[in-house]
């Protein structure tokens, strides 16, 4: 778990796709669309300990590699990112981990506002730098998670929601810079999710299913987007459950 094997034959190698926060939650879920789809994906995450991730590790050996990495450590993340992409055809990157802290915005600490905006931005960006020149060359895709909160006023989650205002601007920008070289940049914005996202927030999605989006669901939009023919680019998807409704803890 965490080896890059090289591959020597580049001509006979699948389109491979980069995910971060794969180990859990909307990054599993995107994890398993994407091999679904015949994409060998290398999934970046802290650890793989949970039954789940463990689980689809063994189902799909071949097809899914778990990468070990804190991708706030920034020279351990470009090392494996140069090592994945000198051996495999990388043609979709997928920013996806992501760190929230809430409540009032004096009672966070400089570690925490530090720590989402390197995870939420800082770490997407760089990602996006070191891939895009391949990127380029493959005509692929740039996907990011962001975030509902990336277009609204965020009381009791101001550092968070303007990591991911600060996302999806960046996504937009970057589409206009990349969009003549066929590189599509597509952004999802959902809504409250059944993930562990609020764990350290004092509340969590509702009870009603209807109340919050499944990780699957989220990994369907993106699938839709990908899915389109080249040419046509969905810039940007909001994902919202039917109701507004979260429980205290």
Same mark, same amino acid.
């Given at each position: 778990?965490?080896?890059?094997?090289?591959?020597?034959?580049?001509?006979?190698?699948?389109?491979?796709?980069?995910?971060?926060?794969?180990?859990?939650?909307?990054?599993?879920?995107?994890?398993?669309?994407?091999?679904?789809?015949?994409?060998?994906?290398?999934?970046?995450?802290?650890?793989?300990?949970?039954?789940?991730?463990?689980?689809?590790?063994?189902?799909?050996?071949?097809?899914?590699?778990?990468?070990?990495?804190?991708?706030?450590?920034?020279?351990?993340?470009?090392?494996?990112?140069?090592?994945?992409?000198?051996?495999?055809?990388?043609?979709?990157?997928?920013?996806?981990?992501?760190?929230?802290?809430?409540?009032?915005?004096?009672?966070?600490?400089?570690?925490?506002?530090?720590?989402? &905006? !390197?995870?939420?931005?800082?770490? %997407?960006?760089?990602?996006?730098?070191? @891939?895009? *020149?391949?990127?380029?060359?493959?005509? =692929?895709?740039?996907?990011?998670?962001?975030?509902?909160?990336?277009?609204?006023?965020?009381?009791?989650?101001?550092?968070?929601?303007?990591?991911?205002?600060?996302?999806?601007?960046?996504?937009?920008?970057?589409?206009?810079?990349?969009?003549?070289?066929? &590189? !599509?940049?597509?952004?999802?914005? %959902?809504?409250?999710?059944?993930?562990? @996202?609020? *764990?350290?927030?004092?509340?969590?999605? =509702?009870?009603?299913?209807?109340?919050?989006?499944?990780?699957?669901?989220?990994?369907?939009?993106?699938?839709?987007?990908?899915?389109?023919?080249?040419?046509?680019?969905?810039?940007?998807?909001?994902?919202?459950?039917?109701?507004?409704?979260?429980?205290?803890?």
């Amino acid at each position: 778990m965490g080896r890059i094997e090289q591959n020597t034959d580049m001509a006979n190698v699948a389109d491979t796709a980069v995910v971060t926060g794969s180990s859990s939650g909307i990054g599993l879920a995107l994890s398993r669309m994407l091999v679904k789809n015949g994409y060998e994906v290398f999934g970046f995450g802290r650890n793989f300990e949970r039954a789940e991730a463990q689980e689809f590790c063994k189902e799909q050996p071949e097809k899914f590699h778990a990468v070990v990495c804190d991708i706030t450590d920034t020279q351990a993340l470009c090392a494996h990112i140069k090592e994945i992409d000198k051996n495999y055809r990388v043609t979709v990157l997928v920013n996806n981990a992501g760190v929230g802290y809430y409540g009032l915005h004096e009672e966070l600490n400089p570690k925490k506002i530090q720590k989402m &905006v !390197r995870t939420n931005l800082e770490a %997407p960006m760089i990602l996006t730098q070191q @891939l895009l *020149r391949t990127l380029k060359k493959n005509r =692929g895709t740039v996907l990011n998670i962001s975030s509902v909160t990336a277009a609204q006023s965020n009381p009791h989650g101001c550092a968070y929601g303007a990591t991911k205002a600060g996302l999806s601007g960046f996504a937009k920008s970057l589409f206009d810079e990349v969009r003549k070289y066929g &590189v !599509r940049v597509i952004t999802i914005q %959902p809504d409250m999710a059944k993930t562990d @996202l609020y *764990r350290n927030a004092d509340f969590c999605e =509702g009870e009603e299913e209807a109340s919050y989006l499944l990780p699957e669901e989220v990994a369907e939009a993106a699938a839709f987007a990908l899915a389109q023919r080249e040419g046509l680019v969905v810039t940007e998807i909001t994902v919202k459950p039917q109701f507004h409704r979260i429980r205290r803890k």
